[in-house]
């Protein structure tokens, strides 16, 4: 850590500081210059987060050397983690397709588009039970009854399920349910959902927050490793910028810097990413050139009639093509579906 | 509602769209132009939103016409709402102080703070019990205890207690000990939690998300007032951009902006919004100027030694000065602290 | 376009701005709602800009129907547009990858770095002569020398040149030594630069503002056309938001949202986007996989020697790896380099 | 400068990289820490920026220390710096209020909107002659005959005026027929435009790039002042963000940072900042109370017919009632008008 101080601060608080360091048993150091005092502090920095010396009105800055994230950092863990959701795995050049509706809205909605999901390829069926909507007059899910059929569902199309867990209270039953936990761009920070997700013994899929630095979607993914789950899948699914042209501005290069700085498998949304139908396929396709694990696509069977998100809804034939023409783009990268 | 057609819809379409409006008792209108078909739907066009008339792939743009919320709007309740956390009140002329330090660490800390924050003209005491923390390596707050000895404190000096709270299963617990709670910037869109708020007889501080649009943020008081809680202050503490020179960048014309679109108090927190000390004072004269309501301030009797935000914690006696200045600007304008 | 009233106006505010359409020579439209009153305008809307119908105090909002542009439109000129740079060809399914220097900073470095562009792939060479610097004390790029030393060395290796220009008063010296002329993010709202390129007679390569929508690239794009030059290629390069972990956010799905709206070919600079060399490769594959009509790569015989933008540039062996990526990936796709 | 090497950085990199500090005049540092080697470079590290560190394979990360701008620095000009635009003072405590109509249209209009800028406490009138557009088919101004019209209006009414340059070559033109000169938001990085403004001998109005972070602003600022003027003015006008309610997002902690980081006076313009007449008011107010210079308010004797921007514009009343408050709020603060 490089601790910057003011133009004008006294060689006493320089050499507080240079004890509080110490006495945190880090190597202080003291580098004098020409229009600053800068100071530096080796060794595990992240135990100085506590000394909060930004606090100080003697310093000016404080610039950390080291990630504050250990457990997903790719330094102390050099090979990809593969996570598996049933069949499916991601990372360590594996590619898995989930598919699926937005919501579960009924039986025969849910049984055709899950259908439609597995006939283009996919490999999990993802459906939301439990739906956090910006207005309280929306359509908010159907809550524990939905879980029951996707579980169901899941089970007579073949494929393992994923769905959205809202609150730590309700942790165990959609693990009880489901084969894997989806948490939602808007609780990507909910800490106790985090942690209550660490003890759930199944694997995790985190989503970006709407403006979450790829920094602090490693810090979330921490909370669930330190917990005690490392069976956690990233998921880049567009931040929130001054673009109002698409619902969100999907961030793909933060794919290759995610995988450069974690073990993590990271996948892509490209549906929440931009919001546009007609955006999804070649979205679709860019994420798997720059190298994603895999997808997290919405197909419904009747995208004009969805109770939500059905203007980013895939109808089933573009599921299908889509499905070929990933096939064609990871193949000529050394890669399969 | 203006719903746009793509350029070449067929009239079948358009048909099928108007019928469709119809069935839900609006009034369907055809307006055909040189190069676009446009349908409008007069009445109340919330009830358009489950249709999702944009899934529709021959429908280009959906425009509303009326707010998306309706509890906290100005138009059906021109009248200021007052909301009172103990002897103070916020809203309708009335403008209060909340100071308080980040975090609740320990008795002798919670006390000089709290003395300080009356000296200096506080109506309220905050404190943190919760803290949420990007890091999972961060200080997390004394939790339960912390709450405690936040109403003990709280009692002694004569303050009431603002706390937050972080998941709808403590919402009961906070309530106990808190004379209002709390909802950070990371929760207000935890839709369980506020749900539970509307709930808890007890106001609410409803903070605005990072990246929460003006309009976000008063869905998600809509959901708080829906469930039955009408006691709610809004609080503007800054979104996310592109600066990175203050850690965020706090929107003070969202004051004269929301209390025009709603009846409820808005106060500002410019330690979170600029999370700088010496911007906290030009801020919040900036934002009594603006027209807010109220403040909420951090303050900590010794800031180096703070477990968290010391750098955006004033010192008592830059708090006892905002005080002055602000008892100076208010009355400038023909307002009273 | 539609013009929604506020609550409380008045039957003569109403008359009166139907008056105003109606003068304009549009047909105004009536639509008495239970909550609010919306008028309506058909016609070409874009002659009411002119009237400037939000800024009536009776007036909530104005929401348009119709796109701003015309002649960047994909609505009026559905097939691509092609545009040619010496033997390269953009759009209309073929695709050209730019490469070269960010500056031109000598003779050696020049002529090395375009022979290793073109060994890879390049069809066009790209230097700066002009550089545009954030800080008055880093390198300004060698000016008209610099000109004149990237047309010869682009002869020289058989290369058509593409090199930026930044004020109006040099397009005719930057057209004489150059194929075609680039427009900097910086620029893009250069309205007299743009101007005076519809005049050039030269193909313009315009790169999108940092904090431009898509719509504000599509209008900038719109004066050079509308000033009588239609050989232009948009880029997109990233835009800024609040991470910080890249240069910029690279938004891709610009890409086949310009394809839909405009018949302009589209192109990306992963190098400007991303800011990081590791980052460059998977981008560049991502944008061919999301349909883009060209690539612009900076690559440098020494990065970490370059006198600009060296974090960003590929060494020669990584530009020749991507050129046979890209084979692949646009092979699969039914496309070739 | 601090230099952090990557994890695998051998020593002989780490040994070229000291090696090439030494070589520039600077002292090197070596400080091995356990998982990171870090170097330090002190001394005039602006001297490094040519060496381009951060483009070496090897170097992960590099962390400056000074600002990269010096004349503009407080630290080295402590004094404020007082700018005079005919009689009227910005800086050193002086406040100034600039008013008058977005864009000169005709002789009525502008002297009727002059004579009320100055009946409300205006000492400088504003009006574009130039005026760039985002769209080619809206006004563009009235070019060099506004110009002669502002100048006369200006003398009639007895206000000096400031006005808008857009291109290097009109710096001439427009410093003959003003007393200052402004550089809009679009043009903040159109250096050759501010090199021209650095020998123009006239004061210079700054307007904040739409995406300018304030160190680009004041990157931007040192480009005029290290071509010779240091008549200059920062005016903060809103940046570009997610939020769609209003034009921009008026960021006012700038003022207070921008006035620690630099002697220059700042001003701020809530017409731009916000877009939305009913702001204007509380936001000037805002900008009075959070410390800065001056105003630049937008004022037209009939806003629904402006040509331009009337929607943000104040009609001549609202105006006259700004400047008492601004009298009201500054006096409790010990200013004046």
Do not use: W
């Not at 006294?10 to 210059?33: N, T, Y």
């Not at 439609?116 to 993802?126: F, I």
């Not at 070649?282 to 069977?301: F, N, R, S, T």
Request: net charge neutral; hydrophobic share 45%; with cysteine.
């Amino acid at each position: 850590m490089i601790i910057v101080m003011k133009p004008g601060a006294s060689q006493q608080a320089v050499d507080h500081l240079l004890q509080r360091i110490e006495a945190k048993g880090l190597k202080p150091l003291h580098m004098p210059g020409a229009e600053r005092v800068v100071l530096g502090a080796l060794g595990d920095e992240r135990l100085l987060a506590e000394l909060a010396l930004d606090a100080d009105p003697n310093v000016e800055s404080v610039k950390p050397i080291l990630a504050p994230y250990k457990l997903v950092s790719r330094e102390l863990h050099p090979h990809d983690t593969i996570v598996r959701i049933g069949d499916a795995s991601f990372g360590g050049g594996r590619f898995g397709l989930i598919a699926g509706p937005c919501a579960v809205e009924n039986e025969e909605q849910l049984r055709a588009s899950a259908l439609a999901a597995k006939a283009a390829g996919a490999r999990v069926l993802r459906a939301g039970a439990f739906k956090p909507r910006s207005s309280p007059y929306a359509f908010q899910g159907l809550g524990a009854d939905g879980l029951v059929l996707l579980e169901r569902i899941g089970r007579e199309v073949g494929l393992p399920v994923v769905t959205e867990v809202i609150e730590s209270g309700d942790v165990e039953l959609v693990a009880r349910h489901s084969d894997a936990l989806q948490v939602g761009a808007r609780n990507m920070q909910n800490f106790a959902l985090l942690k209550a997700l660490g003890r759930a013994g199944k694997p995790v899929v985190l989503k970006r927050g709407m403006s979450a630095k790829v920094e602090d979607l490693l810090l979330a993914a921490e909370y669930v490793l330190a917990a005690g789950n490392d069976q956690l899948i990233l998921c880049e699914r567009g931040i929130r910028t001054f673009e109002t042209a698409t619902r969100n501005t999907l961030d793909l290069a933060a794919v290759p810097l995610l995988k450069a700085k974690s073990h993590l498998p990271v996948i892509v949304d490209p549906s929440h990413g931009t919001g546009i139908r007609d955006l999804v396929t070649p979205m679709a396709l860019a994420a798997a050139a720059a190298g994603a694990d895999g997808l997290m696509v919405e197909v419904h069977i009747d995208p004009p009639s969805a109770l939500s998100d059905g203007p980013q809804s895939l109808y089933p034939d573009q599921l299908a093509a889509l499905g070929k023409q990933l096939e064609a783009v990871l193949g000529a990268l050394g890669r399969s579906l």
